[in-house]
């Protein structure tokens, strides 16, 4: 294990997923969600098996023990990146990453009734806090007397795909037991490339070429983002790495005014430290029941 390494990755996957969500953004005003999509998927598909070629995984990644388990997981999957896609289109991008916080609180829910999880004191109260955190940022938009307002089908996109998001981390939770992580990561893209095809009859238009090399960088920099987040929990456990991903707020807070002029709200500001608190503490929650587990376990071999 080298911490150092895993960290310097997981950060460099977030800070490159927030420039794909810059470019999906920039790009919104010219091409519908669903033809982002197509974008996003097909093109990291080549870097994705570019580097299953390289580790010796292309054999394995290309195994699909349980195809329509990989079939719900791409449905699932692409739903909630089309939402959030469309969602960029709405809303400024921080207001958009903060808001998008609300699928591991939610995810933790699920897995209590999907699952069969324990749902602690600390966690329920935790994730309830995170939710709320969320709602700070939510509540200015929503506008129910005006519901032609984009700000508010906004904020309906990413909740929406936050539930998604969620439901899509309990499948993967149920596909581990049985697949390897290189054919989820493959068959992902693979199937939401195929599913974003079915929304070519509702306005899909030739780009020119500025946009489509947004398109074509935002599937390119996806797939390398992709990598290097699997690629960061082979130096460093799941608790270490995981506090970095509120680096997305951070990156969100400075590509939002450096390339659209957006200046977040103070209730985007607060929402934002209210997710962050009940995100960390969930994870210190869960770092602390897990090295209990160990103690209690220490000769029992973990299972995939």
Not at 161 to 177: D, P, Y
Request: aromatic residues 10%; glycine residues 10%; hydrophobic residues 60%.
């Amino acid at each position: 294990m080298s911490p150092m390494r895993g960290i310097a990755l997981k950060l460099a996957s977030v800070f490159l997923f927030t420039i794909m969500a810059s470019l999906i953004k920039a790009a919104s005003a010219f091409v519908p969600a669903g033809e982002a999509v197509f974008f996003r998927s097909a093109l990291a598909m080549p870097v994705i098996i570019a580097w299953l070629a390289m580790r010796g995984d292309l054999k394995t990644g290309l195994r699909a023990k349980r195809p329509l388990m990989h079939g719900w997981r791409g449905l699932i999957g692409v739903s909630a990146m089309g939402c959030n896609f469309a969602a960029l289109g709405l809303l400024p991008l921080p207001e958009v990453t903060v808001l998008g916080y609300a699928a591991p609180m939610l995810t933790v829910l699920l897995a209590a009734v999907m699952l069969g999880e324990r749902l602690r004191l600390f966690r329920m109260t935790a994730v309830l806090l995170g939710l709320a955190g969320v709602a700070v940022v939510m509540w200015p938009r929503l506008a129910f007397n005006d519901l032609s307002d984009a700000a508010f089908w906004g904020v309906v996109l990413i909740l929406v795909s936050a539930v998604m998001r969620a439901l899509a981390q309990i499948q993967i939770r149920r596909m581990v037991a049985v697949e390897e992580t290189s054919a989820i990561v493959f068959y992902f893209s693979l199937t939401a490339t195929m599913f974003s095809l079915l929304t070519l009859p509702f306005g899909w238009s030739w780009p020119e070429l500025p946009v489509l090399g947004m398109l074509v960088a935002s599937g390119l920099i996806g797939g390398v983002a992709q990598i290097f987040l699997t690629s960061s929990y082979r130096f460093a456990g799941a608790a270490v790495l995981a506090p970095f991903e509120y680096a997305s707020i951070l990156f969100a807070i400075i590509f939002g005014y450096m390339f659209f002029g957006e200046v977040p709200t103070v209730n985007v500001l607060a929402g934002a430290g209210i997710v962050i608190v009940a995100g960390i503490g969930i994870i210190l929650r869960e770092r602390q029941l897990g090295l209990k587990r160990g103690k209690a376990r220490p000769n029992m071999t973990p299972q995939g």
